[in-house]
């Protein structure tokens, strides 16, 4: 079982950047498709990122696109988020996936308040943007 643990987290202004951290260990990054989710109070849960590097392939949510990047450190089996310009509305508990399916963006299903994916969920780190 793969574990996914976050890091990076805290309160920022806005105009701000932060980076967030994925690592996973009990598997590569050449198995699992790493995604970012993010989820604010009251609303769905949002995929902002995804990146699969078995098939090569990068998702950025068009509601970042142009300030949210990823990136990868496959010797440490590390995803990183750079958020740049980061606005009121990005506050959210952002948290990472490994997904057993070599996809971007990630399948998710919705059943009973949860979301579920084949593979496993970090923690969560809460990134709040405030004034």
């Known amino acids: 079982e793969v574990t996914v643990v976050e890091n990076g987290g805290g309160l920022v202004q806005v105009g701000s950047s932060l980076t967030l951290s994925c690592s996973i260990s009990g598997a590569t990054l050449n198995e699992y498709a790493i995604g970012w989710f993010r989820q604010a109070p009251g609303k769905e849960r949002e995929e902002v990122s995804c990146?699969?590097?078995?098939?090569?392939?990068?998702y950025i949510a068009d509601s970042v696109r142009g300030r949210f990047t990823v990136s990868n450190d496959n010797s440490k089996n590390m995803v990183f988020l750079q958020m740049t310009s980061l606005e009121f509305e990005d506050t959210a508990v952002y948290t990472c996936a490994a997904s057993r399916i070599n996809s971007c963006p990630i399948p998710l299903t919705y059943s009973r308040g949860s979301y579920y994916l084949t593979g496993s969920w970090g923690q969560g780190t809460q990134v709040t943007v405030s004034s």
């Open positions: 990146f699969c590097k078995k098939i090569g392939s990068t």
